[in-house]
């Protein structure tokens, strides 16, 4: 196996760097927008998130010139700490991912290995999906990384747009939020490049009810201009529940 892994929301169950807003901070304005669209954005950014979850997802990632599908077992404490574990195919089963705080590391079975992620790793993918390394490492929460610049009603859903604070550790120029009014559940977020070039988009769709909780379940991250995508769809969720520490450790990855 390689090190890209060529076999995650994981955006919906990650974090770091806190870039916090002084607007958010204080409950006020949040740039040009109303402190009701920043606790929009907010409850939308972690409709997923618990202090602690565990479930089991199913990753599908769609290329030009193959379909490779992985069914996973996850755990998460809050945004800074996840273990992921690959049940199916049995080519692949047994390889991990641990995330605690800035710090990521793989571990592969075949060869009883643990490999840190480092700088030169992050733009490679993570289990050959069109997420990379850096998507884990910095995953960011909207209304704090980022500030408002607009809000538009459409019928039955919102859209906000965001550009990054000065000092926010991300790469997009800005982001599009689509939002429902009832429930304020995600629909799509649009990320964009220099020149406000799209550069991939994020769908929610499959709305369920997961332990109490009504959330999308299944998540789809497809690159502009590509008929390729990678979607994760869970299948089941717990929330907060009780996980030892030790699942969040390197003997953990390797269990």
């Known amino acids: 196996m390689n090190r890209r892994f060529e076999s995650s929301l994981i955006a919906a169950i990650l974090t770091l760097n806190l870039i916090h807003s002084p607007a958010a901070q204080a409950g006020?304005?949040?740039?040009?927008?109303?402190?009701?669209?920043?606790?929009?954005?907010?409850?939308?950014?972690?409709?997923?998130?618990?202090?602690?979850?565990?479930?089991?997802?199913?990753m599908?990632?769609?290329?030009?010139?193959?379909t490779s599908v992985m069914k996973m077992k996850f755990w998460s404490s809050g945004r800074d700490k996840m273990l992921v574990r690959i049940l199916a195919p049995a080519r692949v089963k047994g390889m991990a991912t641990l995330k605690v705080g800035r710090k990521v590391w793989y571990y592969m079975p075949?060869?009883?290995?643990?490999?840190r992620v480092g700088t030169s790793m992050l733009s490679e993918s993570w289990m050959g999906s069109h997420?990379?390394?850096?998507?884990?490492?910095?995953?960011?929460?909207?209304?704090?990384?980022y500030t408002c610049v607009s809000r538009a009603d459409r019928g039955d859903r919102i859209l906000v747009k965001v550009r990054?604070?000065?000092?926010?550790?991300?790469?997009?120029?800005?982001v599009e939020l689509?939002?429902?009014?009832?429930?304020?559940l995600p629909v799509k977020i649009a990320y964009y490049g220099r020149g406000h070039q799209l550069k991939r988009t994020m769908t929610f769709s499959d709305v369920r009810l997961m332990d109490g909780r009504r959330i999308p379940t299944r998540f789809r991250l497809q690159p502009a201009g590509k008929s390729e995508y990678t979607e994760i769809i869970y299948h089941k969720i717990r929330f907060h529940v009780a996980i030892p520490n030790r699942y969040f450790s390197l003997r953990g990855l390797t269990r």
């Open 131 to 145: 997420f990379t390394n850096d998507d884990l490492v910095k995953e960011t929460e909207m209304d704090r990384q």
């Open 164 to 174: 990054p604070l000065p000092n926010a550790a991300v790469i997009w120029s800005s």
């Open 110 to 115: 075949r060869t009883d290995r643990i490999v």
């Open 28 to 58: 006020g304005r949040w740039g040009n927008c109303s402190a009701q669209t920043r606790k929009m954005v907010e409850h939308a950014d972690r409709i997923a998130l618990a202090d602690s979850a565990a479930g089991i997802m199913t």
């Open 178 to 184: 689509t939002i429902t009014k009832k429930g304020w």
């Open 60 to 66: 599908r990632v769609v290329k030009a010139h193959r």
